[in-house]
């Protein structure tokens, strides 16, 4: 099952000086139980908990607050935020994990952003083909492949793919596999400023750019 709910057992110190009042022995501890939502086996947030005395003696299990004015007095909850926390230690994998993606992205947008400020011969930009060429590819193959073949002043040129695509990890497929084959551009060439790149890139047209 790869989502669902699962049970964790705490176990805390023994409670000095409290007997339990099914068997009589002075061997009462404190516990918890803890139902914890997870994904994958990894545990990401408490659904339900309980503090609990348990006898080593009979086994008997009560919840604190069932338990006789001397017990309650004396137990302590294991269920603490500390313990909340500590237990759904996958909740915090996660949020590292998102702060990670977003740092990722930021360092993304800005190299993109530096590479549009300064192109370079042999950049390969992964762009949308219709905002470079009206109509210049079917609706269900949007997406397309330029390299800059040559850089005058604010006056970049690049050379056209000879295919289009139909989404981002084909383009990506087609690079790995194609991309330093003879025939992969086209003898089709265009032509853009860096201020209308820059406007491409903010705008999404421009969807990556590698170097």
């Keep these: 099952m790869s989502f669902g709910i699962k049970t964790k057992e705490l176990q805390g110190v023994y409670i000095s000086g409290a007997s339990c009042a099914s068997c009589n022995t002075a061997a009462l501890r404190n516990t918890g139980t803890i139902k914890l939502f997870h994904v994958w086996g990894i545990p990401l947030f408490p659904v339900w908990a309980s503090s609990l005395v348990a006898c080593a003696g ?12 001397d017990v309650r007095h004396k137990a302590n909850s294991v269920i603490t935020p500390k313990a909340l926390l500590k237990s759904s230690w996958g909740l915090s994998l996660l949020v590292l994990a998102i ?7 930021y360092t993304s947008s800005q190299e993109k952003q530096a590479f549009v400020a300064a192109p370079q011969a042999g950049d390969i930009y992964t762009v949308k083909i219709a905002a470079f060429v ?8 949007p997406y397309g492949i330029f390299k800059v073949i040559k850089v005058d002043g604010d006056k970049v040129s690049f050379v ?14 087609s690079l790995s596999d194609d991309g330093r084959k ?3 551009y086209s003898d089709f060439q ?21 170097r």
């Design 58 to 69: 009979c086994s008997s299990v009560i919840k604190i607050k069932n338990a006789s004015e």
């Design 99 to 105: 702060i990670g993606l977003m740092y990722l992205g």
């Design 134 to 141: 009206p109509d210049g590819s079917p609706s269900n193959y």
């Design 160 to 173: 056209v793919a000879s295919n289009t695509y139909g989404d981002l990890k084909s383009v990506r497929k």
């Design 182 to 184: 003879a025939d992969f």
């Design 190 to 210: 265009i032509e853009s400023d860096l201020t209308a790149l820059k406007t491409k890139l903010d705008t999404g047209a421009i969807n990556d750019i590698d």
